[in-house]
């Protein structure tokens, strides 16, 4: 999978990728009243970062995304339709997205999911809301998703506020008062950062320390000097893999070792990959349980169709959650019915309530009208000997 390039490269990428990630054989598209259903399919569109910079996060959302739908339409597919899934790449590029928008729509999609990103999310929705396109699963939990309640917008974890509320309030209680922040200077950077401000107001304080870099790169020195200089106690880094692993690295370097802290979109396995050693000890907050609890029925179902579908590929979080995205998607295509719309896949979805989603006893899945967000839990992990593992006790964190 790595081997390949992005779907909008040329045109012979852009036909492997469609190839690896259309999930049926591509069926002539009927004039029906509801764009991308046919008697025989649906059409799902996507845009993620298939490569550049953060092309793990985009891969192993639609990895995961793909597994769960390959699975389905195995068993026959959704009141006899096949589910296809075309994903094109817009780099983690804001500019790029419309461009992406675009060649979804002339496609007729008939929904919308797997994207990747704030940057991104904040050009797709507006545009979606527009045409009133259906979007499930972002792997973003930028506030901007949530509030206010957008009827198109799906929405399946937990937000970036409810995860550094964790952050915030668990380093309060193991005694930790100074806190500063590393953000991308970008709307993702900035809703991490937001989230911290409002956790830490409730404890009647600020940011310690900000730095900032820019999307995209590794040009991490300013941004950590300006923190470094300040001498907070623990940091909350705000950005994927790369940059985030530069960060741990150069400070380690130079003989500083606060407790360094990221959230979910950081993609834990490529972090750990890039960070080496000096992955150890921080602290990674997840949306989906771990993938080795395998008594959930869930994540076993996930090993199983990620084994069968795509063999080699390790399991990881940002899969996971794009295969629960799936999941949801498709228990919405099939509350929805046979005489499927976009109006009754949306309803479809909001019909949702107290359902268990086969990850644990926390994860209930929850929709309504007035609320788009599926689940609120948050799972703080460790780095331990290169593996996250669940962080239990908080009072030994920087020890």
Known sequence: MNRLGA?????????????LFTLHIAIPFSSAETPGVTDNSVLIGSCSALDGPAHFLGRQTVLGASAYLHMVNDEGGVYGRKIQLQAF????????????????????????????????????????QEEKIPVVGLFTGAQLLYEPLKREIINVRASYYDETREHVDKLWEANFRRIGVIYQDDPFGKAVLDGVKLALQ????????????????????????????????????AGPYAPAAAIV???????????????????????IREAGQDAEGTIITQVMPPYDRIEYPTVALYR???????????PTFVSLEGFVDAMVMVEGLKRAGKELTRERFITAIESIHEMNAGLGPKLILNYSPNDHKGFDNVYPTVVKSGEPVLLTDWSSVGR
């Open 7 to 19: 779907a909008a490269v040329s045109t012979s990428l852009r036909v492997i990728l469609c190839a």
């Open 89 to 128: 790449d817009d780099g983690y590029d804001p500019e790029r997205a419309p461009a992406c928008f675009k060649r979804m729509s002339k496609e007729g999609v008939f929904a919308l999911g797997f994207f990747v990103g704030t940057p991104t999310a904040k050009v797709y929705v507006p545009l979606a």
């Open 202 to 237: 409730r404890h009647n304080t600020t940011p310690a320390a900000l730095g900032t870099f820019t999307r995209n790169s590794v040009d991490i020195a300013g941004g950590l000097r300006e923190v470094m200089a300040a001498r907070p106690q623990a940091v909350i880094i």
């Open 249 to 271: 690295k150069q400070a380690h370097s130079d003989n500083w070792r606060p407790q360094f802290l990221t959230v979910s979109f950081v993609g834990t396995e490529e972090f």
């Open 304 to 314: 199983k169709c990620l084994a069968k579908y795509s063999p080699g590929e390790s």
